[in-house]
């Protein structure tokens, strides 16, 4: 069974910054497309970035130019790294393998 449990997340005025992290178990990490997803208040779930097995990535629009995401293998683990962070930038971030699990997410919340 697949666990993933993020961290990181934080209240942070903004223009600040914040590295989240995801840590992959069940799983053989090598071989996975790790996303990021987050979730506003009140709004659907939403994409954020990727990382294939490659290290190539892709961002939604608004996380392009502010957000990293990258992976170590040796330690099963995707990060998100977030500068320039806006108060819209608020929500609780959630990492996924592309399979049914998912972790209790980490809250993220920009101050004006």
């Known amino acids: 069974q697949v666990q993933l449990v993020e961290s990181g997340g934080g209240l942070v005025q903004a223009g600040g910054s914040l590295t989240l992290s995801c840590v992959v178990s069940?799983?053989?990490?090598?071989?996975?497309?790790m996303r990021w997803y987050r979730q506003a208040p009140g709004k659907q779930r939403e994409w954020v970035a990727l990382?294939?097995?490659?290290?190539?990535?892709n961002y939604a629009d608004f996380a392009k130019g502010r957000f990293t995401i990258s992976r170590d293998t040796a330690k099963n683990t995707a990060y998100l790294q977030m500068s320039s962070l806006k108060p819209e930038d608020t929500a609780t971030y959630y990492c996924?393998?592309?399979?049914?699990?998912w972790g209790q997410g980490t809250q993220v919340t920009v101050s004006s």
């Open positions: 996924n393998d592309e399979g049914p699990s």
């Open positions: 990382i294939t097995v490659g290290g190539h990535t």
């Open positions: 069940g799983t053989d990490f090598r071989y996975v497309v």
